[in-house]
């Protein structure tokens, strides 16, 4: 009979084993990762700072030369450049090209630039400056605010707001391939830190998340983290986001203006609509092969289509909000007749409708 109990009790525990190892199983091949951090070492970031302020002084019409953000996380951390540049000055070249692949790791996206005039226009209304670092040229004076507080709270929402949501927009459809681009996100969702302080959200169920991460992240390639627990943490951290959201658009009024381009890009449309909702339409390709490369990722979006609802205002409760737009559109157009290689000082959520 002892032996009977025994072997009961064995053969639950390997129907629990294997279970547990089947679930184990299953998380792991939930997602595909793409675009892993790769071991950088720190002085590799100094090398290029130092090679990119060479061949961009020597070219005319260059100003100043800053570079913004920290590179708190070698490997994961891009190098983000502003390039200040005279006025009416048509810049051809690209700096990128000049770079090695190694090199080009080190960016995610195109240097930012801008002109004298633009930025003074703006400097003390629409942005918000953290870790910037004067590297050549002429020294800007990045002045204080001189909004009142009921502007100044106005522009910090919808900054963080058009952030949290660009944020929602990326994950949605990169849960929906069941492919995350793990660079990309990580980098994204540490910069939210900034717009969760816009918010007053010092406390919130967010700010764990972004701790848990920061640790991560702090011993990424000493302790390489776990892809199963990271795809929980992601759609922990996207439930939560989108739950903000929803918090703050019935609290506070979202402003798109009426005259945007509510075709996000090619495959993804915006719809005002009382609540939030995420649509798709198409054929996706199995996530194996999504994950392949770059092609075949975007490959795939052209079978999708994503309609993102959610509520927004057409009409600004504060005039600065519709001036911000317009400011940023004009920036869009003057940097892709001047500077077409540089990308214009505005949030990725307002390029993409302006």
Same mark, same amino acid.
């Given at each position: 009979?002892?032996?009977?109990?025994?072997?009961?009790?064995?053969?639950?525990?390997?129907?629990?084993?294997?279970? +547990?190892?089947?679930?184990?199983?299953?998380?792991?091949?939930?997602?595909?990762?793409?675009?892993?951090?790769?071991?950088? $070492?720190?002085?590799?970031?100094?090398?290029?700072?130092?090679?990119?302020?060479?061949?961009?002084?020597?070219?005319?019409?260059?100003?100043?030369?800053?570079?913004?953000?920290?590179?708190?996380?070698?490997?994961?951390?891009?190098?983000?450049?502003?390039?200040?540049?005279?006025?009416?000055?048509?810049?051809?070249?690209?700096?990128?090209?000049?770079?090695?692949?190694?090199?080009?790791? &080190?960016?995610?996206?195109?240097?930012?630039?801008?002109?004298?005039?633009?930025?003074?226009?703006?400097?003390?209304?629409?942005?918000?400056? +953290?870790?910037?670092? +004067?590297?050549?040229?002429?020294?800007?004076?990045?002045?204080?605010?001189?909004?009142?507080?009921?502007? &100044?709270?106005?522009?910090?929402? !919808?900054?963080?707001?058009?952030?949290?949501?660009?944020?929602?927009? $990326? &994950?949605?459809?990169?849960?929906?391939?069941?492919?995350?681009?793990?660079?990309?996100?990580? !980098?994204?969702?540490?910069?939210?830190?900034? $717009?969760?302080?816009?918010?007053?959200?010092?406390?919130?169920?967010?700010?764990?998340?972004?701790?848990?991460?920061?640790?991560?992240?702090? $011993?990424?390639?000493?302790?390489?983290?776990?892809?199963?627990?990271?795809?929980?943490?992601?759609?922990?951290?996207?439930?939560?986001?989108?739950?903000?959201?929803?918090?703050?658009?019935?609290?506070?009024?979202?402003?798109?203006?009426?005259?945007?381009?509510?075709?996000?890009?090619?495959?993804?449309?915006?719809?005002?609509?009382?609540?939030?909702?995420?649509?798709?339409?198409?054929?996706?390709?199995?996530?194996?092969?999504?994950?392949?490369?770059?092609?075949?990722?975007?490959?795939?979006?052209?079978?999708?289509?994503?309609?993102?609802?959610?509520?927004?205002?057409?009409?600004?409760?504060?005039?600065?909000?519709?001036?911000?737009?317009?400011?940023?559109?004009?920036?869009?157009?003057?940097?892709?007749?001047?500077?077409? +290689?540089?990308?214009?000082?505005?949030?990725?959520?307002?390029?993409?409708?302006?």
């Amino acid at each position: 009979m002892e032996k009977y109990k025994l072997s009961m009790s064995n053969l639950k525990n390997m129907v629990f084993n294997k279970v +547990h190892n089947q679930k184990i199983a299953n998380e792991k091949n939930k997602y595909c990762f793409i675009n892993n951090p790769k071991l950088v $070492d720190k002085t590799n970031y100094y090398v290029l700072i130092d090679r990119i302020v060479k061949l961009l002084k020597k070219r005319d019409g260059i100003i100043s030369i800053y570079l913004l953000g920290s590179i708190k996380y070698p490997g994961i951390s891009d190098l983000d450049f502003l390039i200040i540049f005279k006025e009416r000055t048509h810049i051809h070249y690209n700096p990128m090209n000049d770079l090695s692949k190694k090199e080009k790791y &080190l960016f995610t996206h195109n240097m930012t630039g801008i002109t004298e005039s633009q930025l003074m226009e703006s400097i003390d209304k629409y942005f918000f400056w +953290h870790d910037i670092k +004067h590297l050549w040229g002429k020294k800007i004076n990045f002045r204080e605010k001189k909004l009142n507080k009921l502007e &100044l709270n106005a522009v910090k929402k !919808q900054t963080a707001l058009e952030f949290l949501i660009k944020n929602h927009i $990326d &994950l949605s459809i990169q849960l929906k391939y069941k492919v995350i681009n793990l660079r990309s996100t990580l !980098q994204q969702i540490k910069a939210i830190k900034f $717009d969760l302080e816009f918010l007053d959200q010092k406390s919130s169920r967010l700010n764990q998340l972004l701790f848990e991460l920061n640790e991560w992240m702090e $011993d990424w390639f000493k302790h390489p983290s776990n892809h199963v627990h990271f795809g929980e943490w992601i759609e922990k951290f996207h439930c939560e986001n989108r739950k903000l959201i929803e918090f703050y658009l019935k609290k506070i009024e979202f402003f798109v203006p009426e005259w945007a381009n509510l075709k996000y890009t090619r495959n993804i449309s915006i719809k005002n609509s009382e609540f939030m909702d995420f649509e798709f339409s198409g054929f996706s390709f199995p996530r194996k092969i999504i994950a392949i490369n770059k092609k075949s990722f975007n490959l795939n979006n052209r079978f999708n289509s994503f309609v993102i609802s959610f509520p927004f205002t057409t009409v600004a409760k504060y005039k600065i909000l519709e001036e911000r737009y317009k400011y940023f559109r004009e920036l869009k157009e003057y940097a892709a007749d001047y500077y077409p +290689h540089f990308s214009p000082l505005i949030t990725s959520f307002a390029y993409r409708i302006v």
